[in-house]
């Protein structure tokens, strides 16, 4: 899937990326494509859905 960086807070590890009118959550960890402070908020990116306990989250995002 293909997204947008909503957000990004370097400083706690994790961010949002908006796909598709829905929001997915990503930890620091989630990313394979580079590295995570390399993002910013507004980067295109391209990433795989998983499942958390709290819902949909992103995985293995990769910087496009």
Same mark, same amino acid.
């Given at each position: 899937m $293909? @997204? *947008?960086i909503k957000t990004v807070k370097q400083d706690k590890g994790f961010g949002f990326i908006l796909a598709e009118s829905q929001e997915?959550?990503?930890? *620091? =960890?989630?990313? $394979? @494509?580079? =590295?995570?402070e390399d993002l910013k908020d507004g980067d295109t990116v391209e990433f795989d859905v998983g499942e958390s306990p709290k819902g949909p989250r992103a995985e *293995?995002? *990769? +910087? +496009?």
């Open positions: $293909t @997204g *947008r997915y959550f990503f930890h *620091r =960890s989630d990313v $394979t @494509g580079g =590295s995570f *293995r995002i *990769r +910087k +496009k």
